[in-house]
């Protein structure tokens, strides 16, 4: 299939190829079906030195920019994998890049990159908050040279499966700020000291095999020297990694969108049905040449949004457009795919249900598709403020 992009970054697409070619469908299929973690695929991906694509060369990373990250996180999609298993290194890397300080860089960075420590996980939501995230209620009070954290989150991914996460906390009650968006700040919480100190993790089961949890403080004390840049700016922070995460969720939609359509593509070539092939049928072509069209549209602004986060400009519009019209693209890619496979879209060894399930998260998560209208909305075109 002939993309947009075909023969771009074409070093890494080959190498990322490679890798994920040990890693089939049915691999995943089976970490699916056994509801586990791609543990063997998240090390080889470690060890090959892709999870360290944005930690700095001089703290033994790779040094590159979040258009490449997203070059590496579309080819795992693309392949029939899913990134959300170690996505979380890609986007939380950036807060740490930019926002800690050079003793922080210098204790995590390069342990980070061998793999010796995952910093997998992010703790923004919480329950009563949704997406109101100003209206957190998880509180970190200081205390001499420790925060004291007390609260609550929810939907917090990877926990289990990493060694860090990056939390967002209220350090200033929200009725003593000038602006709901200050008095919060971000902490690098080591979890495995802070699960015998104070921090309960719960699992999530959900439709996705995505490990995912609650989590609860009660009095979890944490080094002061684990706050990440100046007290009170955390929102701030969260939002430029949020942003490079919109991208690089983008970039998996648009792999998950292309593996759909070829997988789509060849069935109906195959499938023979009144003495012909499905594909032959308009009302088969054309839902799938519409999905193809609507990824390579979600494509060209992923690599815009890219672009602007590597040259250090604002690019909130293109993060958010891109993933929103990336996860909508994916998800009608998936829609034509299983409706074309007839009963077999509904058959695991096909992969197809999985995969299905997989880019329906991204209408909701990180960030629902209303809440990116609004953005627009307000920010893009000046209409009045909804809430
Ligand atoms: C599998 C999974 C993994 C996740 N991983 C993480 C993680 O690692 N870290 C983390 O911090 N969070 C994580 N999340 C949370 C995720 O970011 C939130 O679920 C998402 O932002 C939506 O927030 P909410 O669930 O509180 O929905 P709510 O805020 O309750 O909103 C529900 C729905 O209401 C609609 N809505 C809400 N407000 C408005 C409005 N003003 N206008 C129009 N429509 C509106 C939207 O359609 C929205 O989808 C994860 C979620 C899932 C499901």
Redesign the pocket.
Known sequence: MQTIDHGSHGDIREAVRALCADFPAEYHRKVDEARGYPEKFVDALTKAGWMAALIPEEYGGSGLGLTEASVIMEEINRSGGNSGACH?QMYNMNTLVRHGSQAQREKYLPRIATGELRLQ?????EPTA??DTTRIKTTAIRKGDRYVINGQKV???RVQHSDLMILLARTTPLDQVAKKSEGMSIFLVDLHEAQKKGLSVRPIL?M?N?E?NELFFDDLEIPVENLIGEEGKGFKYIMTGLNAERALIAAECIGDGYWFIDKVTAYTKERQVFGRPIGQNQGVQFPIAESFIEVEAANLMRYEACRLYDAGEPCGAQANMAKYLAAKASWEAANACIQFHGGFGFAAEYDVERKFRETR?YQ?????T??IL?YVAEHILGLPR??
């Open positions: 979380g996980s992010m703790g923004v939501t949704g997406t939907w917090i991914s959900n996705v995505h995912t998260l909701v998560a990180p960030i629902s209303n809440l609004s909804s809430f």
